[in-house]
């Protein structure tokens, strides 16, 4: 089994990215709003309008802003290639800037994977 990462540049390719993650195989797959150390350090993620009583969440910036963090775990190497091509068919070649950064990493042991829809 195999995780694979991809740090998405863009947020406004989200959609397009997951739906050729669907083409490729993926089915499942995890989205984090992410903020690379550049953006941080630019922005310092924090907001410069917060208001007089603030909650904790008019402390960050609006998370439109950020970039997307997307991982799956997938069984074969077949599914990771699909999935790199699925990827670049839409962000454009990963090797150039302000694409994004996908990333495979082994999995030994995963619990939870398998689980059947269940009606609620």
């Known amino acids: ?9 863009n947020p406004d390719l ?3 990215v997951l739906a050729a993650w669907r083409a490729a ?12 150390i550049g953006q941080a350090h630019q922005k310092g993620g924090l907001r410069d309008d917060i208001p007089l009583i603030p909650s904790m969440e008019d402390f960050y910036e609006i998370p ?7 991982f799956a775990v997938v069984r074969g ?3 990771v290639k699909q999935v790199l091509e699925a990827t670049q068919s839409v962000v454009g070649n990963l090797e150039q800037p302000k694409t994004g950064i996908l990333f495979v990493t082994p999995v030994t ?3 939870g994977l398998e689980k059947s829809q269940r009606a609620k």
């Open 77 to 79: 190497e077949d599914i």
């Open 14 to 16: 989200l959609e397009e």
């Open 109 to 111: 042991q995963a619990y």
């Open 1 to 9: 089994m195999y995780m694979i990462t991809l740090v998405l540049h």
């Open 64 to 70: 439109e802003s950020f970039g997307r963090t997307i």
């Open 25 to 36: 195989g993926i089915h499942r797959a995890t989205v984090l709003f992410s903020m690379g």
